[in-house]
């Protein structure tokens, strides 16, 4: 049985490397070191949960904020509790 999971993620554009920093406010906050520009932010977001929760990249979906800071973001095949091990 497949676990889907949807979170908010805040992202910082341009950090000097990819990382996750924690929760701040209810909302994930995530630094990437790509440019916001021509989708590069968004495919770096995507590279990055897959090597962090070990799941594929297709397994992961930016549902909403594509061109935005604030985006949610749709996990498949991942549990809270993975999820949570992970960040917290």
């Known amino acids: 049985?497949?676990?889907d999971l949807t979170i908010s993620i805040r992202?910082?554009?341009r950090a000097s490397r990819s990382e996750i920093v924690g929760m701040v406010d209810g909302?994930?906050?995530v630094r990437i070191a790509a440019p916001p520009v021509d989708g590069a932010a968004n495919s770096e977001i995507?590279?990055?949960?897959?090597?962090t929760f070990g799941i594929a990249?297709?397994?992961?979906?930016i549902i909403s904020?594509?061109?935005s800071r604030n985006?949610?973001?749709k996990f498949t095949n991942l549990s809270q509790s993975k999820f949570d091990e992970k960040i917290l």
Not at 46 to 51: A, D, T
Not at 57 to 61: G, H, N, V, W, Y
Request: proline content about 4%.
């Open 65 to 67: 904020g594509e061109t």
């Open 11 to 13: 992202v910082i554009p």
């Open 27 to 29: 909302t994930l906050k």
């Open 57 to 61: 990249k297709s397994d992961i979906a």
């Open 71 to 73: 985006k949610r973001i």
């Open 1 to 3: 049985m497949s676990e």
């Open 46 to 51: 995507i590279k990055l949960f897959s090597k």
